[in-house]
């Protein structure tokens, strides 16, 4: 027996080696699913939240990021064999429509900013326009200065843009939520949060 052990000894030692290496990888395997799962998860929480918000309030420029990153469809080759096809049509619409609804804010807060840089122009021009004409009266140059600042400055007005918000309430009126599903009760048990 001690002969076959010596005589065998590489081949032992490189199944053993082996073995415990594929348990390692079933172990990573296995934590990265569970860590994918949890990432997704908390992320659909965080996104729900801030789409039921809007269905109160209505999107503004001052709406939260809807979503940071996808991690849906970034770490979906992970966990995807533990869904049926509803499931995974689900996750696919509701990171598609949570995706639009982002970019249509990015859209609307891009409109305001442009918004306020062409209004901080047009105020510019007139002071200057102001200055070149009463450079020789700088009693008149100041009031008129004044006057327009005071009415400029009452004015809060910047030009919002529909198209990103009637995006934003088609999108609402028809995503469906993945927390209360047999999706998230699956997520969640992969990534083992009760």
């Known amino acids: 027996m001690s002969q076959f052990l010596l005589d065998n000894l590489n081949s032992i030692v490189t199944i053993f080696v082996g073995t415990f290496a594929f348990l ?3 172990l990573q395997q296995a934590n990265a699913k569970e860590i994918a799962a949890k990432i997704i998860w908390l992320e659909i929480l965080a996104t729900e939240k ?3 918000e809007i269905k109160v309030t209505a999107i503004t420029a001052k709406t939260k990021t809807i979503l940071r990153s996808s991690s ?3 770490k979906r080759h992970l966990i995807i064999n533990d869904f049926d096809n509803d499931e995974i049509t689900l996750l696919d619409e509701f990171y598609s429509s949570a995706e639009t609804i982002e970019q249509s804010r990015k859209n609307l807060v891009y409109s305001m900013e442009n918004g306020m840089y ?7 021009n ?3 326009s102001n200055i070149m004409n009463n450079i020789d009266q700088p009693d008149k140059m100041k009031k008129n200065r004044d006057d ?3 009415e400029a400055g009452k004015e809060g007005y910047i030009f919002s843009p529909d198209g990103p918000i009637q995006t934003v309430s088609a999108e609402l009126s028809s995503v469906r939520f993945v927390s209360g599903s047999s999706t ?4 969640k048990t992969i990534a083992k949060i009760k």
């Open 118 to 124: 062409s209004k901080s122009v047009a105020i510019q």
């Open 148 to 150: 327009f600042l005071n």
């Open 50 to 52: 801030i789409l039921k």
């Open 72 to 74: 849906w469809f970034e």
């Open 24 to 26: 390692v990888f079933k």
């Open 184 to 187: 998230a009760t699956k997520l």
């Open 126 to 128: 007139e002071l200057m």
